[in-house]
């Protein structure tokens, strides 16, 4: 795309937005993979060591919690090397202008908090977070509860990252808020996600069926580009997002735009 398009996308973009009464941003991996977490789909070291499919799903916890552990740890070791990038932060300013109300993601890499979002709905839970497989309490992360090749309770069961991983359910309150963050929003900036897993993927859709704009950024074209998203900005959202927040704080929006 040449760069007088981009421009022009992020105006209307930023017009778009400046308008909105209720934006809501839905993220995924894409959006952490310039702070150095890759994304499932693509090339990315850690995936290719640990397939998702072998890795994270809850039957192979359930059967073999040691070999998850094994790939739970260098995700933890991935984690705490990265940083939010100049996309967090231009959400977090974004809602701080009070031009975004939620975030729906579903990382679960606690970037969007450090970078200073306050209202994040964590999808797919979180790895800040431990919780019991046998009594439920839930503890918080820390290099020292996670130290055994099996992290334990201190009732002697298994402790399992808070995360939803594959096969498993996502939780009752998370499901419910964010359909009723996308059943509310008039814009959806849908940020980094292929859109293969369900049901995040039908967020978009649930937004649109109720009037909203579905505004994609994302550097390939996805399953939503040509039926849900109104508006496909192709490009790192990294390098595209602070242009189009610079633009909207500053409320220069060009005439026209
Ligand atoms: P995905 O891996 O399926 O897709 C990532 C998408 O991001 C792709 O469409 C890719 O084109 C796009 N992308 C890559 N770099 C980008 C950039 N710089 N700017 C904009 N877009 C970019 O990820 P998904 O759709 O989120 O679904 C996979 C699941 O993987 C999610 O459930 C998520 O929980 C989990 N996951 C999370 C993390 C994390 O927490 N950071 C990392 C990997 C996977």
Not at 35 to 41: D, E, K, N, Q, T
Not at 137 to 157: K, M, N, Q
Not at 198 to 226: D, F, Q, Y
């Amino acid at each position: 795309m040449i760069e007088d398009e981009v421009q022009e996308q992020i105006e209307s973009l930023a017009d778009v937005l400046s308008q909105a009464k209720h934006a809501i941003a839905l993220t995924g991996a894409g959006i952490s993979v310039e702070s150095g977490i890759p994304a499932f789909r693509g090339e990315g070291g850690l995936w290719e060591k640990y397939p998702a499919d072998e890795y994270a799903t809850y039957s192979g916890f359930l059967t073999n919690p040691l070999k998850q552990w094994a790939f739970f740890k260098e995700l933890y070791t991935t984690l705490s090397d990265a940083a939010p990038n100049p996309a967090h932060y231009a959400l977090a300013e974004l809602e701080r202008l009070g031009m975004l109300k939620s975030i729906i993601t579903q990382n679960i890499d606690n970037l969007h908090q450090r970078a200073g979002s306050k209202r994040v709905l964590e999808f797919h839970g979180t790895t800040q977070k431990l919780e019991c497989m046998s009594c439920g309490a839930v503890l918080p992360f820390s290099e020292e509860a996670i130290a055994a090749p099996v992290p334990t309770c201190r009732c002697g069961g298994v402790l399992k990252p808070m995360i939803v991983l594959f096969g498993e359910q996502i939780a009752d309150d998370s499901l419910r808020n964010a359909q009723n963050e996308a059943l509310l929003c008039d814009i959806m900036l849908v940020i980094g996600t292929s859109a293969q897993v369900v049901p995040a993927s039908m967020l978009p859709v649930i937004a649109k069926s109720r009037g909203a704009m579905i505004l994609e950024m994302n550097v390939e074209r996805t399953l939503l580009s040509n039926d849900v998203a109104d508006v496909s900005l192709l490009g790192s959202a990294s390098l595209r997002l602070p242009r189009v927040v610079e633009l909207v704080s500053d409320g220069i929006i060009p005439s026209g735009a």
